[in-house]
C-alpha cells in the first residue's frame, strides 16, 4: 500500500526534474526522437517517438535510478541500495550502482523474464527472488534493508526517481518543441508523474494521456474515483505494469496534470510491438508498447495534432520476442 501522508516526502517539481537532467548529464543517454510517415498516415498525427528502449540498460528508468542514488549522501551509498522490480528498475538500479560503486541488492519476482534477471546479475547487483502472487515484494524489500542497512529506492514511488523519468520528457520537448498530446506509459506512475511534471512547463496547455494494460486498470479507476484503487497482480504480457496501486506521490501528480488514463488489450501491444519491429526497425518490449498502441489503436483522439509518445523499454526474451511478433502467434 501507499506511504501513509504522513511519512510521504514532499511532491518533486519542475525544478527537481532539471536538477535531475545536470545529475545524468553525460551518463545517460539523450536517447533520439523517431518520426514514421507510416504511423502518422496511420493516426492522422503527426507523431514523435521517444526512443527510450535504446537507453542505458534498455528503458527509461536509469534516468530515475541514476539520479536517485547519485543524490544520496556518500556515507550512505557506501552501505548499499535495495530496489524490488519485475525487471527494468531491477537493471536500471544494478548499472547504475555499479557506475557508482554502490553495493545493490535487488528483489525480484520469481516469473520475471530471464533477460532481465541475467541482465540484473550482470551487472553485479545480488538478485532475491521471490512469488509475485503471494508474496507483497515492499514488505520483503522494507525487510532486507532494514536487517541489512540498506537504502530502499523503489520503482516510482520517489521524489528523484520520478524527477529522473520527467528528464524523458524534458529532452523530448526541448527537441521537437510545444506539443499537443504527450502519451506515456502507466503501471505504478513514475513515468507518468515525471513527465506530466516537465510537459506541462515546457508545453503549456498541452494534454497529457497514461496507458495502461486493460488487465491492469487501477490507475485509470484511480483517476476517475479521486482515490487510490488497489487490485490484484493482473495477468498481462506488459510485466513491468503489472502493479497494483498507484503511489503517494505518483497519484497526486497525475490527478492533478493528467488529462485522461486509457486502456489497451494484450492482442493490441503485440501488434504495436510487431509494427515497431518491421516498420521501425525496433525491438520494444510490451510494457513499452503501451502509449504506442494507444495512439495507433485509435483509443485517443489525435487527428491533426502534434504527439509525443513514449517507447518506455527494449529488455524483452529474444525468444518471447520472436514468438509474440510471429505473424502465426
Known amino acids: 500500500m501507499p506511504v501513509p501522508a504522513s511519512d510521504t516526502p514532499a511532491l518533486p517539481t519542475f525544478a527537481d526534474v532539471k536538477?535531475?537532467?545536470?545529475?545524468?548529464?553525460?551518463?545517460?543517454?539523450?536517447?533520439?526522437?523517431?518520426?514514421?510517415?507510416?504511423?502518422?498516415a496511420m493516426s492522422g498525427a503527426s507523431l514523435f517517438f521517444k526512443a527510450e528502449n535504446l537507453q542505458r540498460g534498455g528503458a527509461f528508468k536509469f534516468r530515475g535510478a541514476y539520479n536517485a542514488i547519485s543524490a544520496l549522501p556518500k556515507e550512505v551509498r557506501r552501505r548499499g541500495v535495495i530496489a524490488f522490480s519485475s525487471g527494468n528498475h531491477?537493471?536500471?538500479?544494478?548499472?547504475?550502482?555499479?557506475?557508482?560503486?554502490?553495493?545493490?541488492?535487488?528483489?525480484?519476482?520469481?516469473?520475471?523474464?530471464?533477460?532481465?534477471?541475467?541482465?540484473?546479475?550482470?551487472?553485479?547487483?545480488?538478485?532475491?527472488?521471490?512469488?509475485?502472487?503471494?508474496?507483497?515484494?515492499?514488505?520483503?524489500?522494507?525487510?532486507?534493508?532494514?536487517?541489512?542497512?540498506?537504502?530502499?529506492i523503489p520503482p516510482y514511488d520517489h521524489p528523484d526517481v520520478i524527477a529522473g523519468q520527467g528528464t524523458l520528457?524534458?529532452?523530448?520537448?526541448?527537441?521537437?518543441?510545444p506539443l499537443d498530446m504527450l502519451v506515456a506509459c502507466l503501471g505504478g506512475g513514475g513515468q507518468l508523474a515525471g513527465c506530466a511534471l516537465a510537459a506541462a512547463e515546457l508545453s503549456p496547455g498541452i494534454a497529457i494521456y497514461g496507458v495502461e494494460p486493460e488487465a491492469g486498470d487501477d490507475g485509470r479507476r484511480s483517476f476517475h474515483e479521486g482515490k487510490v484503487v488497489t487490485i490484484p497482480v493482473p495477468r498481462t504480457i506488459a510485466d513491468g505494469a503489472q502493479t497494483t496501486y498507484l503511489g503517494a506521490l505518483t497519484f497526486p501528480i497525475i490527478r492533478e496534470r493528467v488529462t485522461e488514463i486509457v486502456t489497451v488489450s494484450d492482442d493490441e501491444l503485440v501488434e504495436t510491438m510487431r509494427f515497431f519491429a518491421a516498420r521501425m526497425k525496433l525491438v520494444a518490449e510490451p510494457t513499452g508498447c503501451l502509449a504506442a498502441a494507444a495512439v495507433l489503436h485509435?483509443?485517443?483522439?489525435?487527428?491533426?495534432?502534434?504527439?509525443?509518445?513514449?517507447?518506455?523499454?527494449?529488455?524483452?526474451?529474444?525468444?518471447?520476442?520472436?514468438?509474440?511478433?510471429?505473424?502465426a502467434a
Do not use: C, W
Open 19 to 40: 536538477r535531475a537532467a545536470s545529475r545524468i548529464a553525460g551518463t545517460a543517454h539523450r536517447t533520439p526522437v523517431l518520426t514514421s510517415r507510416t504511423a502518422d
Open 169 to 177: 520528457a524534458l529532452e523530448l520537448i526541448e527537441e521537437t518543441g
Open 298 to 327: 485509435g483509443k485517443l483522439d489525435v487527428a491533426g495534432k502534434r504527439v509525443g509518445v513514449v517507447i518506455s523499454g527494449g529488455n524483452v526474451d529474444i525468444a518471447s520476442f520472436a514468438r509474440l511478433v510471429s505473424p
Open 90 to 152: 531491477a537493471q536500471a538500479i544494478a548499472l547504475a550502482s555499479r557506475l557508482l560503486g554502490v553495493p545493490a541488492v535487488i528483489v525480484m519476482p520469481e516469473d520475471a523474464p530471464q533477460v532481465k534477471v541475467e541482465a540484473t546479475r550482470g551487472y553485479g547487483a545480488e538478485v532475491v527472488a521471490y512469488d509475485r502472487y503471494s508474496q507483497d515484494r515492499e514488505v520483503l524489500g522494507r525487510e532486507i534493508a532494514q536487517a541489512r542497512g540498506l537504502t530502499l
